[in-house]
């Protein structure tokens, strides 16, 4: 992953810290290739979300040639992703499709090409064994790779593209920014990024099914109370951590908690034709317990 570079177009700020949704745009490309079995950071060595490996180029500020080559020393890897750090919507599902793409191409690399069709060399996957031949090619041709565009190298390759208008977006400058932060907290987008904000956040590597806590919360505030909700999804959440964690914890802890919401909305509401505990006399209709006395004072609601 590169994540040098000096940000003229955001007049220099730290690009790579700069936060979308709430999380660092290289935070937010580490979770995207989270299954990778070693990760390196061509950059100045910072705090992340995950270890990695760093690395950087030569010389410093030797250009996006030189700083593959950095990162390509420090994996013995086949077949290598490369990325750049400001890509807001790269997903994990993005990184498999590139793999998938290259390994079925027959092609040296598989490359996200953007709404207008421009390829994008710093969001691809390439067998690492075709990079290093052609590296050590302009490295023979021109004497140095510091200085050296990003096309001299792709004209060495044989790609394969892969359309994606969504996880070629970068940010270059404060716009593309202020886009991605916009675009996130459409409501088609907000609750995937929150959820995978947070799980950054809390250190958590876990797949829950989303849709059944949602559920689940929504029952407990209908069938109890609206503040029910989120105590009932902490409550799942430090049993399923109690029975050693993974999603099958929190799926038999939410079926649990989902289960005692539809028994407590039975009993409250009283609704005809539900099926009642057997054993459990038959409840009036309402919260009022069997032996309570109507108050019959006139201001009584």
């Known amino acids: 992953m590169l994540a040098g570079g000096a940000a003229r177009r955001l007049g220099g700020a730290d690009k790579p810290g700069v936060r979308v949704g709430g ?21 100045a060595p910072r705090p992340t979300a995950r270890p990695v490996t760093w690395a950087l180029e030569d010389p410093p500020g030797g250009g996006p040639v030189a700083a593959l ?11 290598v992703v490369v990325l750049s750090a400001d890509l807001p919507f790269l997903s994990g599902p993005t990184v498999a499709r590139l793999l998938e793409a290259l390994r079925t191409s027959g ?6 090409t953007d709404p207008d069709g421009r390829d994008q060399p710093l969001v691809a996957a390439y067998r690492a064994p075709r990079l290093r031949e052609a590296l050590a090619l302009l ?52 609750l995937d990024d929150w959820i995978s904000a947070v799980k950054d956040e809390l250190g958590l590597d876990l797949d829950v ?16 109370a609206r503040p029910a909700a989120p105590l009932t999804t902490f409550l799942v ?50 919260d009022v317990a069997p032996d309570a006395t109507p108050d019959t004072r006139p201001d009584a609601g």
Do not use: M, N
Not at 107 to 112: C, F, I, K, R
Not at 263 to 280: I, L, M, Y
């Open 69 to 79: 080559d950095a990162g390509l020393r420090h994996t013995a890897a086949g077949d």
């Open 209 to 224: 099914d989303t849709r059944g806590l949602l559920d689940l919360a929504r029952d407990a505030a209908h069938g109890v």
């Open 139 to 190: 490295r023979e041709r021109h004497g140095t790779l510091a200085g050296l565009p990003l096309r001299r190298l792709t004209a060495e390759l044989h790609l394969t593209r892969v359309p994606d208008p969504v996880a070629s977006f970068d940010c270059d400058t404060w716009d593309d920014i202020a886009t991605a932060r916009a675009r996130i907290r459409e409501h088609g987008h907000v």
């Open 237 to 286: 959440g430090y049993a399923a951590a109690q029975a050693g964690g993974g999603p099958e914890a929190v799926t038999e802890a939410a079926r649990k908690a989902a289960a005692l919401a539809e028994r407590w909305a039975r009993e409250t509401t009283g609704a005809p034709g539900q099926a009642r505990d057997d054993a459990a006399p038959a409840q009036p209709q309402g």
């Open 23 to 43: 999380r660092a745009l290289l935070d937010r490309v580490l979770a995207a290739c989270r299954d990778a079995r070693t990760t390196v950071v061509v950059a």
């Open 107 to 112: 092609a040296d690399g598989a490359l996200l």
